[in-house]
Structure formats: C-alpha cells, structure tokens
Nanobody, 115 residues
Framework: QVQLVESGGGLVQPGGSLRLSCAAS????????MGWYRQAPGKQRELVAR???????NYVDSVKGRFTISRDNAKNTVYLQMNSLKPEDTAVYYC?????????WGQGTQVTVSS
C-alpha cells in the first residue's frame, strides 16, 4: 500500500514558476516508477511526466523544456518543477505510481495560471 500527499500548488501569473511535491509512505518508494498527472476542468486526467526508479524521465510534449520531474528517495518525495507556466497548465495535479494505481489517487493540488 502507498499513501501519497501532494502539495505546492497555487495561483501564479503566466510565465511564473511553481514546485510541486509528493510525499510518499508505505512500500519501498525507491523501487517505484512515479508520475505526475493533471486533470483540467472538463478534460480527462493525463500523464504529464514520469520518472523511473533509476531516474530516467519522460514528458508529454506540451511541457517538454518547461517542467522537470525529480525524486529524492531519502525523503520519499517526488517533485515537479514547473517553469514558464501557461494558462493551459491550469489543472489539479496528482502524483501516482506509473502506471497509476486507482487506490493510490490522493486529493491533488490545484495549480491556477492566470493574470
């Protein structure tokens, strides 16, 4: 069983930055591939970025060059650094394993990009 708690969201102007954190507890975090997902109003949840246990990363095209996923296994935490934010990045952001596991979804953290 894994428990995941997201934090770090907020209201930011276009072009601004935010850093999201996901604190994990439960099974051995360092062995898990992790992902950041988002769901915008009226849209399906999508995978934004993922990171393997070994640190390899992958991004959806819309965030490449702007977002960076990282992990600190000593702290059982995965991060999403978001730069050059755009209004279309507005969504609730969630972390989960990759592939995602239904029972691991948390409350997410709201990111709103608006002037």
């Amino acid at each position: 069983q894994v428990q995941l708690v997201e934090s770090g969201g907020g209201l930011v102007q276009p072009g601004g930055s935010l850093r999201l954190s996901c604190a994990a507890s439960g099974r051995d975090f360092s062995l898990l591939a992790m992902g950041w997902y988002r769901q915008a109003p009226g849209k399906q949840r999508e995978l934004v970025a993922r990171i393997t246990s070994g640190g390899s990363t992958n991004y959806v095209d819309s965030v490449k060059g702007r977002f960076t996923i990282s992990r600190d296994n000593a702290k059982n935490t995965v991060y999403l650094q978001m730069n050059s934010l755009k209004p279309e990045d507005t969504a609730v952001y969630y972390c989960n394993t990759y592939p995602s596991v239904r029972r691991y979804w948390g409350q997410g953290t709201q990111v709103t990009v608006s002037s």
